[in-house]
């Protein structure tokens, strides 16, 4: 089975040596010039089911035996708390949750849950309305209140066999997938997957998908749980119960400005300061925690780029500017990051108020912190550092998301799609790299969490 030859090429890999030598290499061709062809152990990949809308940056342009290497590399990354998290999950929905879900989790572990979240996933999944394209191909140009019904008793055309319910899609938002890639450019918004050689671009680094807050869908993920609304009259409201335990993991202090939520689901609607810090600290601490971790595997310093999470379209207020990057200095302060050397944050609107704390946070802690970069996010750095560039993906879409349908420029998604090899790496119908799930080690400075 495909499945054993992976796990075979995977403890085959443990023992080969790492070619990081040919990472620190200072030609700036995309494509390779010293491998040639020959076999390589490539055959636990597939074909991709859907046509790629982008050939300059297929695997099959690339030496294939880095190809497979990559390929094995390539994890799905849990932030040292979400275990815990998945567990409480699991456990209230074999209690609690309809006939489907009770079925479906009945034997399910956080490993399998995990696993889940990567590979249940829609081709395109954007905007309020939920405009959706199926694995199937199937387009639903107003697919909330398909979406909404997944895993209900009544649920229609999309089913929770094959895909994610909306609370689950509040988990997949968590977790995020790592791998070391090639870049065929330098990765600006609109690089369409041009090659520009006159640009100077990274060749090869690592790159890590993650998600932000998402307040479109009312009534769900975010928007209850960060105590903005709760239409408690909606049958496919989620669950008071389960909005309090996501709010109780992420504001375990119980000392949130709102109202938290009991059990009889009572709220109170004010966005929650230390609730929406929790959920973004979340997401931010798991991109420091694998930089430091792709960085001291290769025995260098990371240079992480880091892109906005949910600060773009998906912003609910303004107040998030600041709330967010004030918890990326509070992130810096509170981990134990000994192989970060430069953080840059891919994002040009942070206050004023908090620019000047953040770089001296960072400059206290051996990190050299880039506020409103201008720099595309895969351009040539001018330092030995290992790039770990984050792009902000979407928690119902394979990577890529709109980019599956030909919108190249959309979003950071196509954007990353376009200058990567992710559409097929990071992609489990292609690479099934879904049980190869890393917990990261949560590791704290002396004086102990902030």
Known sequence: MKRDRVEQLDAELQTMP?????????????????????????????????????????????????????????????????????SSFLEFKRRHGSGLEKGLYARMNAHDLAARLIKKRALHFTNASDFTVLRDKRVIP??????????????GEIHLEDYLSYDEMMLSSLIGSSGPTFFINTGARNNAAKID???????????????????????????PICGLIHNQKSAYAQDPRLTKIFRDFFDPESTSEGVKVYDAGHFQQTFDKSVYKGRIRISIETALLEADSRAAADGVKAHLFLAGLGLGVWRESAQQLQWYFEEVAACIKRLDLQHVNV??????????????????????????????????????????????????????????????????????DPAAACCSTIAELHNPYVNPFEHRVKVLQERFREEGPV
């Open 18 to 86: 790492k070619p990081a030598a040919k990472r620190m290499k200072t030609e700036n061709s995309t494509h390779d010039p010293e491998w040639t062809p020959r076999a390589a152990p490539l055959d636990f990949l597939s074909e991709s089911p859907w046509e790629l809308p982008t050939k300059n940056n297929q695997v099959s342009s690339f030496n294939p035996n880095q190809i497979a290497r990559d390929a094995l590399e390539t994890n799905v990354v849990l932030h040292p708390r979400l275990p815990k998290l998945f």
């Open 197 to 223: 050689e006159a640009k100077l671009h990274q060749k090869r680094e690592i790159i890590v998908g993650l998600v932000g807050t998402r307040f479109h869908a009312k009534a769900q993920m975010d928007n």
């Open 343 to 412: 953080l840059e944050l891919g994002w040009d609107h942070c206050p004023s108020s908090v620019k000047d704390e953040l770089i001296a946070t960072g400059a206290g802690h051996g990190i050299k912190v880039l506020v409103s970069s201008k720099r595309a996010p895969c351009a040539k750095l001018s330092s030995n550092d290992l790039l770990v560039r984050v792009w902000a993906w979407d928690s119902n879409s394979l990577p890529g998301n709109e980019w599956w349908s030909g919108c190249l420029t959309s979003s950071d």
């Open 142 to 155: 107003n697919a909330h209140q398909d979406w909404l019904r997944v895993g209900r008793d009544d649920e």
